[in-house]
Structures are given as C-alpha cells and as structure tokens.
T-cell receptor, first 113, second 113 residues
Framework: DSGVTQTPKHLITATGQRVTLRCSPRSGDLSVYWYQQSLDQGLQFLIQYYNGEERAKGNILERFSAQQFPDLHSELNLSSLELGDSALYFC????????????FGQGTRLTVV | ELKVEQNPLFLSMQEGKNYTIYCNYSTTSDRLYWYRQDPGKSLESLFVLLSNGAVKQEGRLMASLDTKARLSTLHITAAVHDLSATYFCAAKPDGGSQGNLIFGKGTKLSVKP
C-alpha cells in the first residue's frame, strides 16, 4: 500500500459528461501529481499541485482541470468527455515540490462510452 | 522537446538468464527514473538516477546512467518469474518540475520457467 488513495477505482460514463476523480496523498505529502495512462499516448504527466497551488502543467487538455484543497486532497475534473479520454488516471504524491513522484495511487479507470 | 525511447518493447526470457533493457533520451535530462508496473496495478518506483555514472542495484535489478550517451540501462540478472511486469523509464527535462516526467512506452517482460 503506497498510502495514496484514489477514488473511485472504476468509472463508466457517457460522452459529453463531466466526472471528478479524487486523490488523497500520503500523510504529510504536500505535492500531488496527476498522470494519464492510455494505450494511444502511454503515460503522460498532466499537472502538479503543491500545497494548494499549481506548480507545473504537462499535456493537460483545456477540458480538464484540477485543484488541491486545504486538506491537501486533490481533484481532477474532466468535462465534455470524449471516447479518447478513456484511460487510467493515476495520482502520485511527494513530500515537497521537488520530491520524486515515488508513491502512486492505484488509479481510476475511466471508460467513456 | 525531450523524447524517451525504450527497447525492446517486449521481452520474453527464460528463468536464470540475463538481459538488459535500454532507455535512450533525446535531450539533456537531470534525472532518470525506472518504474515497475504489474498488470492492472499502479506504478512502483524502482530507481532514481541523478548523475552520470550512477549505478543502483536492488536484488536482481541494476540500473545505470550515462548522461553523455543519454542512455540508461536496466540489467536483469538470473531472471525469475516474479520479475514479470512492465518496466518504464522516465526522464525529467532539465529545469522542469520533478513530476513532469517523460515516459518511455514501457518494456513488457515475461519470464518463463
């Protein structure tokens, strides 16, 4: 158990819908990273938050957004979903902004139908 | 733009044999990571390589980094079935966020008795 908790584990939704994925980092970790793993694109970095503030952006679509709350949990919001958004979404956490994303959650498998 | 290329993408080995997975990256990177992923599971951090000539070993796995050649290798010694998994290397662009990793496509390793 990495200590990083993601919910839900599985999500099936229709095109055009909006979903929210949740991540609780390890106790004491201030940095949260989101990644997408799909068959087409492989593993891609989406976005990083540190102590409530956005720190880095990767290949995150404009339809996607994230935030980190005062209790340090993070949410990834995906809207106007398309079939191609079907993927495994991971979050990872580390202690500080320069920390290695070493601890990953179990992921949320999103299927868009 | 940093690109990361792994080879081979598929590797079928017999138990007891040795093999090497190669990870080439296209531009300078100030650190290199290796991860393991079991089917349907999350990523597990194996190694972080920080400098030219770095070598790290854990059990039957040994990783090394040659920044001049922009090459990292993951060497497997006397493979056992438990090592069957997909192995990813990832590089961090110079100056980028720690989480802004560029991943290779992964090497799916199957160790057969």
């Amino acid at each position: 158990d990495s200590g990083v908790t993601q919910t839900p584990k599985h999500l099936i939704t229709a095109t055009g819908q909006r979903v929210t994925l949740r991540c609780s980092p390890r106790s004491g970790d201030l940095s949260v990273y989101w990644y997408q793993q799909s068959l087409d694109q492989g593993l891609q970095f989406l976005i990083q938050y540190y102590n409530g503030e956005e720190r880095a952006k990767g290949n995150i679509l404009e339809r996607f957004s994230a935030q980190q709350f005062p209790d340090l949990h993070s949410e990834l919001n995906l809207s106007s979903l398309e079939l191609g958004d079907s993927a495994l979404y991971f979050c990872a956490s580390s202690t500080w902004t320069g920390g290695v994303p070493a601890f990953f959650g179990q992921g949320t498998r999103l299927t868009v139908v | 733009e940093l690109k990361v290329e792994q080879n081979p993408l598929f590797l079928s080995m017999q138990e007891g044999k040795n093999y090497t997975i190669y990870c080439n990256y296209s531009t300078t990177s100030d650190r290199l990571y290796w991860y393991r992923q079991d089917p349907g599971k999350s990523l597990e951090s194996l190694f972080v390589l920080l400098s030219n000539g770095a070598v790290k070993q854990e059990g039957r796995l040994m990783a090394s980094l040659d920044t001049k050649a922009r090459l990292s290798t993951l060497h497997i010694t006397a493979a056992v079935h438990d090592l069957s998994a997909t192995y990813f290397c990832a590089a961090k662009p110079d100056g980028g966020s720690q989480g802004n990793l560029i991943f290779g496509k992964g090497t799916k390793l199957s160790v057969k008795p």
